[in-house]
């Protein structure tokens, strides 16, 4: 399709976002349950409270230098499927299908199911019948070579499931309710992280925490080995070191993505060469250095042991550190907002992709169709019911007895993210490469905004990303060998979509 055909198609979409609406999305995406919880597993990795802060500070460099990438491509096709758009531009349709495919299969929508049952987790903690083990159906353990996950439904899957459909209804709505949704509860939660914050440095500092018992950088000192951090790992010294890093950082850039949702929407944005740039470097500049004084809050507050292995999560335990028992049930309602906004502002921005995979049919052709409120429904309900889905499946181990009256549950969206954070990585590195190969291709096409630094600042990111892609794949190749194959299963799909249009064409 055509840069023609499509502003023609998508002009439709409501131009109902200004700057602080597309902030919103920015902060609003990126703040969910990440920054409440994956500092644990990355302060074990590393051993030592000033490698979590350099974790944490790399994940936000990744993700500055990616948003001044991307803010020169977003002004430059302000339109609907923002990253999905640049991709098809720089490298061609099918490398635009591959993202959008693993952005549906299991990126966007696994994502909102990861987020929805952390919202319900943590209502379980107000709500006791809200649980992962209360079943209204018990785990059934799929036959044959499926044998590995079962299917239940319990308290808190249900809860995930309910808040997924509601934000799918209410986004259905159109713009203005879901964007009011959205800046509300963002404004609410990141006051709330704020307050995390503030609490842990103002009211928590002991000299019990992590920053007076545990050596700030000699992670051997306090106990730890990178074969105990990554069992098998054949690396020693530095260099071991280097590389726990690095996969420490998966949780951090895990926490700090989705800021790219925004272009998703750059049809619905007014003056987007203004504020699409703006939104994308206050609303990651904000974010970064709230996720960084959170990590501090931790270290200052708590032990290094129990930063690792705290009881429910490390912001409850700091909260609970600092103001005692009250501090569990504030940190909980409060995980609940920022998770309940963050889903709105995924599911709201992950349908538009979606639609312009439709318009370019490459998609199922009703997800190209927009209701009366000028919203694609389709695609949210789609998206919608595929996450709700990912909710219900669960992973099944049994004990080192091989008891099987014992089987041990956990969850398959998380085992899915695991698989595809590398292949993600690797979207992202196509995307600020589009900058580099954008610049000349289409030399005097118009930028409102031009990435400063150029072209240091996507080569930069480019070096780091790919440093952290190579990482990522010899510490764990199982794993991130399935996220690239969960990818590549696009391909054939969109060589079979491709046909089909060709066929419909000639029958024409």
């Known amino acids: 399709m055509t840069a023609k055909a499509e502003e023609e198609k998508s002009e439709h979409l409501e131009k109902g976002l200004g700057l602080l609406d597309a902030t919103m999305i920015v902060v609003g995406s990126m703040i969910g349950s990440g920054i409440f919880i994956t500092s644990a597993e990355s302060s074990r990795l590393v051993g030592a409270p000033g490698w979590l802060l350099v974790a944490w500070a790399l994940a936000g460099l990744l993700t500055i230098t990616g948003a001044l990438c991307c803010a020169e491509l977003a002004a430059m096709m302000p339109r609907a499927g923002g990253q999905y758009v640049f991709l098809r531009e720089a490298y061609g349709a099918p490398v635009g299908f591959l993202f959008g495919w693993s952005l549906f299969l299991v990126i966007q929508t696994g994502t909102i199911a990861a987020v929805a049952v952390a919202f319900a987790r943590f209502t379980g903690v ?19 070579i499926l044998g590995g996950y079962a299917v239940s439904l319990s308290t808190e899957q249900l809860v995930a499931v309910a808040l997924i459909l509601l934000l799918t209804l ?62 098998g790992l054949q ?20 926490a700090q993505s989705a800021w790219n949702n925004v272009t998703f929407m750059g049809s619905e944005i007014r003056d987007p060469g203004k504020n699409l740039p703006r939104a994308l470097l206050v609303g990651c500049g904000v974010v970064v250095a709230l996720y960084l004084l959170a990590n501090l809050a931790y270290v200052v507050t708590l032990p290094l042991d129990v930063m690792q292995k705290p009881p429910n999560s ?25 998770t309940f906004g963050c889903n709105n502002g995924l599911i709201l921005a992950g349908a538009r992709v979606y639609y312009a995979m439709a318009c370019d049919r490459l998609f199922f052709a009703r997800t190209s169709r927009l209701n009366a409120r000028h919203v694609p429904a ?111 299963t696009g391909l054939p799909v969109y060589f079979a979509w491709r046909s089909k249009v060709r066929s419909q064409n000639a029958e024409r």
Do not use: C
Request: aromatic share 8%; no cysteine; hydrophobic share 55%.
């Open 126 to 144: 107000l709500v006791p019948w809200v649980a992962s083990d209360h079943y209204l159906v018990a785990p059934r353990i799929l036959p044959g």
């Open 314 to 338: 490390i912001a409850t335990a700091t909260m609970q550190a600092a103001l005692g028992a009250a501090g569990t049930a504030l940190m909980a309602a409060a995980i609940m907002i920022s």
């Open 378 to 488: 389709v695609a949210l309900v789609v998206q919608g019911l595929w996450a709700a889905l990912l909710v219900l499946p669960r992973t099944v181990r049994f004990d080192a007895g091989g008891d099987a009256l014992a089987p041990i549950y956990g969850n398959v969206y998380t085992q899915l993210l695991e698989y595809i954070i590398p292949a993600d990585l690797v979207f992202y590195v196509l995307m600020v490469g589009a900058v580099l190969i954008m610049r000349r291709k289409a030399p005097d096409a118009a930028r409102p905004y031009r990435t400063p630094g150029y072209p240091l600042v996507p080569i930069v990111y480019i070096l780091l990303a790919s440093l952290l892609i190579l990482d990522l794949i010899y510490l764990a190749p199982q794993t991130s060998g399935v996220g690239f194959l969960i990818a590549l």
């Open 235 to 254: 690396a020693a010294g530095g260099l071991a070191l280097a590389m726990l890093v690095g996969r420490a950082m998966t949780g951090p850039l895990f």
């Open 170 to 231: 209410t986004n259905t709505r159109g713009l203005k309710l879901g964007k009011l949704i959205q800046n509300t509860f963002t404004l609410t939660k990141t006051a709330a992280l704020a307050g995390l914050i503030l609490v842990g440095l103002l009211l928590g500092w002991n000299n019990l925490s992590a920053a007076y018992t545990s050596a700030g950088w000699d992670s051997w000192a306090n106990g730890w080995t990178p074969q105990a951090a990554q069992p």
